[in-house]
């Protein structure tokens, strides 16, 4: 029998959500919203409201995923920006970091990240340490590559429930990407 091609010309997430991940909403949650972005990405930035409201709006019955996909050819301060991130996850305060960096999107370079570390309450020695060592980056590299092989070519890149969301990023697109995913989750 033929495939249908429906759900086949869709490009899948490739490394599924796991434990390490960075989420917020329940692991059982009805729906999984995964993004792949970059910090230094404005239309990244934008997208986060539309994720918030649909997070209000939806509760315990979405995930939300966020993965770094730092596009360094074109935003040199991504990269390091993600480590930051990842080195905030490693004191338990990857959120605030991750709102602090969108929030200052602007100012991310090395004395900024530091800046940044001590606003959200992070020990500066080992934050300081783990960015010059890089400790973090082959975290990052992994989130690149799997993002390479699930289709993502630029950022914000939205995957609902496992499939690419092709559509736009506002909180409208989304909520009919997630609804038409698993029926409606309002109910």
């Given at each position: ?42 239309y ?60 200052h ?14 606003a ?22 992994e ?13 914000p ?31």
């Amino acid at each position: 029998m033929a495939d249908s091609g429906i759900s086949g010309d869709i490009p899948r997430l490739t490394a599924p959500v796991e434990e390490r991940d960075h989420g917020q909403g329940p692991a059982d949650a009805r729906s999984t919203l995964l993004l792949y972005g970059d910090y230094e990405c404005p239309y990244t930035r934008r997208a986060l409201p539309a994720v918030r409201e649909l997070r209000d709006e939806l509760g315990d019955r979405l995930r939300f995923v966020f993965r770094p996909f730092p596009l360094r050819e074109i935003h040199p301060h991504a990269q390091m920006a993600a480590e930051a991130a990842e080195a905030a996850a490693a004191q338990d305060r990857f959120w605030p970091m991750h709102d602090r960096l969108f929030a200052h999107q602007r100012e991310l370079g090395g004395a900024q990240l530091g800046e940044h570390a001590a606003a959200v309450g992070l020990d500066p020695a080992r934050f300081g340490h783990e960015l010059a060592a890089h400790t973090h980056a082959a975290r990052i590299e992994e989130h690149v590559r799997s993002g390479i092989a699930s289709g993502v070519e630029g950022t914000p890149t939205f995957f609902v429930d496992g499939l690419r969301h092709d559509g736009g990023y506002d909180s409208a697109s989304l909520r009919a990407a997630i609804e038409a995913s698993r029926g409606s989750p309002r109910g």
